[in-house]
């Protein structure tokens, strides 16, 4: 191997070793207060699916387990604020490595909370007989692509803002847009829900240039916040 | 100002030309010293002077306007993760999560450092009173702030930095804990390959441990050099309550006016002439709080302002 190979794979191992630090560090911020609450948000949905074993239970179940993930990359966003991002300024990792970490975590909530709604239906489709797994799969790929739109808006806010307060305002938004979204669901007429499941349906008929253009999409607005995100935090003063 | 360039010894922190703006209308302004290796160099300056900015700025913390930051010989903003591997940093309050338990607080930074240390670490917590499992199930926030000060220290001293930067480390400590903190910076630079900036309030810390003072104030160095020429380089005068008005003022370079007479700082090289123009002066080592204070003071000939 010559030596500028070996420079080179050096410095994808250095590079490699600053972005899982600042992962772990990403990580324990989140989980400072304990870990044993998080099992619990995760398992809570599937109560309530099998308490309700109806529509508006699993749209329920979903919106909370969605929620739940994209609640967690908030959160990280307010406790960089709260510890004064004092130690992340100390480390020795590169800001676009510690904003790119972020990312990576939000990506893995999101495919997370995807199997997590996988999961939700295939319990719905045992629990209810007339439950169509299949109909119901496209939800699946509707957290994944909410909890990334979470990620894309909200970590270059979370790094934009100072305030604490302003973030806490910002989650309880989020929520409430999430509540009334379920709340509109369950009360809008059926037949406007059933041509809305009607567009996921002819979408889901034509799935492999739909996935491929939305994946497209996905991974080039992921990329534009990434973008905003590390030029905000590069900028960033304390 | 007077400058002061190492010639043999390497440098473990150079600043040149530094400068930064603030909205709010203050300026750290063509900020330039160098630290050699193996020294310890005391930051002072008035409250607001820009002692927190400097160390902001080594720290890339805040963005420089202008000028050159190279900790031991690299460029802090281009080799950033290379100077932070070796950087020690206390600051006055503490950058550790408030809540975290002490007994985690090893397990979150050690990963950070490639070089760190784990027994080194620990017996800094045994010689710090940290140690134990009273000790470590308490939280960042429950510890006192001579405690944060020390727990963050330990950090600093465990993974072979080169160069310790600590911003007022002594003042949430006693006279014990400071004269400790004194000996272990002492220690920690016997080596010649390990250096130290602190800024204090404290000068009694200065007068015992720096070995070099670099002077803030207005935004503006003052002075950067050996601490023996900082204290040579000024020269108290006092005289009666008239005698003030007589001084050449231009080499006053501050004064303050009592009931029975005046204290005024001049420079060494100003004494002659300062005491042909009112003979009869009394002269007076000038101690680092005599040049803070009076450097901070206006005068015009009647005295402070």
Redesign the interface.
Known sequence: MSSVARGARADMQSRGHALISAMRLDLVYLFAEGVFQYPLIILMPFVFLLAFRNDFGYMLSVSMETYSFGALIVTMAVVDVQSGYRLRALMPVARHIQVLSRYVLGLMMALIASVMVALLNLVQSLAVSDWSLAANMPMTVGALLIVLAIVTIWIPLGYRSNSVNGLQVGLLVVYVIFLAVLLMWSELPHGFTASVLGVFAVLGSHAVPVAVVGLAIAVALYAVSYAISARIYQRKEW | MTAFTPQSTPTALSVTGVTKHYDSGFTLEDVTFDLPAGYIMGLIGPNGAGKSTLI?LI?????RDAGDIHVLGLDNLED??????Q?G?V?DSS??????KVKDVER??A???PTWNHDLYQRRLVDFGLAGKENGSKRIKSLSRGMQMKLMLAIALSHDAKLLILDEPTSGLDVLARDELMDLLHAYIEDGEHSVLFSTHITADLERAADFITYITGGRLYFTGPKDEFEESFKLVKGGPDELAQLPADMVLGSHVYETGFDALVRGENLATVMRAVPGLAVERASIDDIIRLTNTRHDNKGVL
Do not use: G
Not at chain 2, 59 to 63: G, S, V, W
Not at chain 2, 80 to 85: C, G, N, P, R, S
Not at chain 2, 95 to 100: A, D, R, S, T
């Open positions: 902001k720290l890339n913390m805040i963005r950033e993760e290379a100077v932070k591997e950087l940093v600051f950058y550790l999560y408030e809540q975290w979150i930074v990963p950070l450092y």
